[in-house]
C-alpha cells in the first residue's frame, strides 16, 4: 500500500450551550457539532457535507468510495481538510469516465444526513456478491450488549446517530455524525485510510432506519447482516430482498424483527416469555 | 387566485410485510412506504426524492417552494404525478434566471430526508422578517398534548417523521413523511394548493432534530417558534440567532429547553419539582 497524504484535522464532537429548562433555570446543555465541509475532487466541487467534524478525512473518502467515485484506494493521493475555509481537498490518480453523468442525477433518500446519491440510487448494483452469513440469536445479543459502550456523543448531545461495523459480536469500529449516512461513510473511508480490522466486518449495525439507502451502502461494502434500532421501510426490505441482505429491525433489549433471514438466523437463545413482551409497532 | 391542474395520485402511507420475532413466531408488521419521485421542473429534471407517497403533488409544490424554485404560488400552472413512470411534471409560467447556478451547489444536510439544499444553504436569508412570537409555557404544553393524536403512520410502522404547523396550541395541519423534510416541504405546498388556514401558523413542530437545514426552512415559512421533541445541533443554534427563531428543544411531557428565547418565553406553568425531573442528556 502507498502512503497517502493526510492532513489531521479532527474536531471536538460537542459543544456547550446555555438553555432554560421548564423551572426557567439556565443550565450548560452538550450540543452536537454540525459543520459545512465543501469536497473537492481533483478541483472538481463534488457536495457540501454536514458533518461533526470529528473525522472529516475519513467522511470524505469514504463518501466518495461508496458514491464510486474513487474505485479504488490506490488511486487516493491525498486529503487535505481545511476548516478554515470547510473544504476538503481530496487527489486521485483517476476518476470515473462517467463522473459528469453520475453528477447529472441526484436522489433525495430519506437518510439522516447524507441524503443524497449520486446516480440512480434504486438502479445501483452491489460491487460484489454478497456473503450469505449465518447469525445466531445468541451473538446478536452479545453485540446489542457490546454496543452499549459506544454512543458518547448521543449520550450527551444527542442529535446524531451511531454506526458499527462488526464481526459477530464483537465491535471492531464505531462512528456517530449528524447524519447517519456520514457515519457509514466514514466508516468505509476509515477501511481505507487506517486499514482498519473492520475490513473483517460481517455485520453491520445503525441506530436510525433500514431505509433504501442504508441497505445499499451496507450491500456496497459487502455486508450481509443489517441490523438496526429502529424500523425499516418499503424500500428498504425491496433492496435486501434484491441484494440478499438480511434485516434485523427494532433489535432493542431482547426484541428484534427479522427480514429476509430464512435459513440464516439460529434462535439459540430465545427469551422466556413475559406479558407485554411484544415489539413495538407490532401488530397485537 | 387561477386554478392549477392537479393530479390526485395519493397513495397509502403504509403496508404490512411478514416478519420474525424473538420467539421465532411470524407476525404482520406495518412499514412505512418509501417511494422514488423524480421531479422535473418545466420538463427539466431536477431531483428524485424518496416519499411515503401520501400526498406527492403538495410535496412537489412545497419542495419547489422551499428551495426557492417557484417564487409565488400564482407562477404554479399543473402538477402532474404519475407512479407508473415514479415521475412528476410541474409547468410554472416562469423559473428563477439563476436556475442553473442554484442547481449548480448541492448541500448534504443533516435532515432526515430531503437532505439536499441546492444553492448555499448557509449563505441563505429568509424571505421576509421573522415575527417575535411570544409563546406561553401552557400554550407549549396544551400544543404538545394536542398533537398526541396526530402520528398515525409512526405508531403503526415506525420510520417516519412528523411535522405540525400550529396557530398557538392549536395544530393547524401534520404531515408524516420518511423523511421530515418531505414533511416539512408538504406542510409548504399544502398552504398554495389546498390555499389550506395554515397560512395563519405561528409555530412550527417537528419530532426530528433541529439542525441548520429545519432551521432555515421554518423562518422561511416566516414561523418564528421551532418546537422539537430531539436536540439541537451546533448550526441550527447558529442560524436560529441569526433569524430571530426560538427553539424549544427536547419537548417531551413537562420537558423543553428554550433557545434564543429570552423575552418571549413566559413561564405560566412552571411544573411541580419531582426527583429525576431532568431533561434527557442535560448536564446533572
Not at 502512503?3 to 433555570?25: H, K, M, N, Y
Not at 481530496?90 to 463522473?99: N, S, Y
Not at 457515519?183 to 476509515?190: H, I, K, Q, S
Not at 449495525?205 to 459487502?222: C, F, H, I, N, P
Request: with cysteine.
Amino acid at each position: 500500500m502507498h502512503d497517502i497524504s493526510l492532513s489531521q484535522a479532527r474536531l471536538p464532537a460537542t459543544l456547550e450551550i446555555e438553555v432554560f429548562d421548564e423551572f426557567g433555570e439556565a443550565r450548560l446543555q452538550a450540543i452536537a457539532a454540525e459543520r459545512a465541509l465543501t469536497l473537492y475532487l481533483n478541483k472538481r466541487e463534488i457536495v457540501t457535507l454536514m458533518t461533526l467534524g470529528a473525522d472529516p478525512e475519513s467522511l470524505v473518502v469514504g463518501y466518495l468510495r461508496n458514491q464510486g467515485l474513487i474505485a479504488v484506494r490506490d488511486d487516493l493521493l491525498a486529503v487535505h481538510v481545511d476548516w478554515d475555509v470547510e473544504a476538503a481537498a481530496v487527489i486521485t490518480r483517476h476518476e470515473p469516465d462517467d463522473l459528469e453523468e453520475r453528477l447529472g442525477h441526484r436522489t433525495v433518500t430519506t437518510g439522516c444526513g447524507q441524503g443524497t446519491v449520486f446516480g440512480r440510487l434504486l438502479d445501483a448494483i452491489p460491487r460484489q456478491t454478497l456473503p450469505e452469513t449465518p447469525l445466531r440469536q445468541s451473538v446478536l445479543y452479545g453485540m446489542l450488549e457490546n454496543l452499549g459502550e459506544h454512543n458518547e456523543t448521543y449520550r450527551s448531545a444527542g442529535a446524531v446517530h451511531g454506526c458499527a461495523l462488526c464481526h459477530q459480536a464483537r465491535v471492531l469500529d464505531f462512528v456517530e455524525d449528524v447524519g447517519r449516512h456520514n457515519a457509514v461513510d466514514t466508516l468505509a473511508g476509515r477501511q481505507w485510510l487506517a486499514e482498519a480490522e473492520s475490513g473483517h466486518a460481517d455485520i453491520f449495525y445503525t441506530t436510525g432506519r433500514l431505509t433504501s439507502e442504508m441497505v445499499l451502502k451496507v450491500a456496497q461494502m459487502g455486508i450481509g447482516v443489517l441490523v438496526s434500532r429502529s424500523g425499516v421501510t418499503q424500500k428498504g426490505v425491496e433492496l435486501a430482498s434484491r441484494f440478499g441482505v438480511m434485516l434485523i429491525a427494532r433489535a432493542k433489549g431482547r426484541h428484534f424483527q427479522a427480514i429476509n433471514a430464512a435459513q440464516r438466523l439460529t434462535l439459540d437463545a430465545v427469551p422466556p416469555r413475559r406479558p407485554g413482551d411484544r415489539t413495538a409497532g407490532g401488530r397485537r
